[in-house]
């Protein structure tokens, strides 16, 4: 089975955990592909809008993005993957990243080419925040919704300035649309097939809620294990992303106990506050010390992400 009839099919099954999820926090954009919202990124001689068409009778592709320049405007369509489309960011290097879905809880993200004028790479992924400067794009690798065994949640960081095979292992092929990115967290993970499926329940990461960047070099998430919550802080630069957190006390997550996944509303940092909404059935303030978070581990972006298997003594 092809991997785009698998991503329809799971997120399928996934829809009734998706009305629970909309009950607990807001979504940033609800799936309705049938009424594409108009998207559109106006930038000094640039300006981009979707376009939403019936599906090609050949391919299946409902999506296109058209672009004017001072040379004149040309349409690009998107991979048949994109069922819709929520944003548009403009990169390095002349890129764009377009990011939309697949399906219900399934995000697809794909990097444009202006001066090709072609689409260069796109995967599908979870919670996909692209960074203000469109440099980064930080997500949660995908994994099958309804999945049998325990899934352990991996952070991804993908980099918008490199290639494609620059943003693979080796020995991942370019067309590979899933083990893409730089495996950010937990700590020691690499990037392989299969590597976030069918961990011990008792060692396995949740990441529940949404990635936050607050300027373009930092982002913060939520990080649950079974022996308690964080506040994950990602520090970027062109060579190495280091991951900090600090442990939320157990008195603060009051109802976040057990089952319930807490997730992020907002961030901001004041010199060295980072104030939070954490929503944990309501939303919940909380200010953090930047000082006392605790630097767990850092990963080298200046060559390929590591890859080559599972993390060691994890699974």
């Known amino acids: 089975m092809t991997r785009q009839f698998l991503l329809v099919l799971w997120a399928g099954l996934f829809a009734c955990t998706t009305c629970l999820a909309q009950n607990q926090q807001p979504l940033r954009f609800d799936f309705d592909p049938a009424h594409q919202r108009p998207v559109v990124l106006t930038a000094p001689d640039l300006k981009v809008e979707v376009l939403a068409q019936p599906p090609d009778p050949t391919t299946g592709q409902t999506r296109s993005i058209k672009i004017k320049t001072r040379e004149g405007a040309f349409i690009i369509p998107l991979p048949v993957d994109f069922a819709q489309v929520n944003e548009i960011t403009l990169g390095p290097s002349g890129r ?14 794909g990097i444009v080419d202006l ?34 065994q325990s899934v352990d949640y991996h952070s991804m960081l993908y980099l918008v300035g490199r290639s494609p095979s620059e943003n693979r292992p080796a020995g991942i092929e370019v067309d590979n649309g899933i083990d893409v ?15 976030n499926m069918d961990v011990p329940s008792d060692m396995a990461h949740i990441n529940p809620g949404y990635y936050l960047w607050v300027g373009s070099t930092q982002y913060f998430f939520i990080d649950k294990t079974q022996s308690g919550v964080s506040v994950a802080q990602v520090m970027v630069s062109n060579s190495a992303a280091t991951v900090r ?11 976040a106990k057990g089952y319930f996944l807490p997730s992020l509303l907002n961030a901001a940092v004041d010199g060295d506050t980072l104030s939070l909404n954490i929503f944990m059935g309501k939303a919940q303030p909380a200010s953090l010390k930047l000082s006392d978070f605790v630097t767990i581990g850092s990963v080298d972006l200046s060559q390929r992400p590591a890859g080559g298997g599972r993390r060691a003594g994890s699974h």
């Open 115 to 148: 001066t090709g004028r072609k689409v260069i790479d796109h995967f599908s992924c979870y919670q996909p925040a692209v960074s203000p400067n469109g440099y980064y794009v930080v997500f949660t690798k995908w994994f099958p919704p309804h999945y049998p």
């Open 96 to 109: 764009l990243v377009v990011v939309g879905n697949l399906a219900g809880s399934v995000n697809e993200v």
């Open 245 to 255: 957190e600090i442990k939320l006390p157990s008195d603060f997550l009051g109802a």
């Open 181 to 195: 990115g730089f495996a950010v967290n937990p700590p020691g993970v690499a990037n392989w097939t299969d590597d």
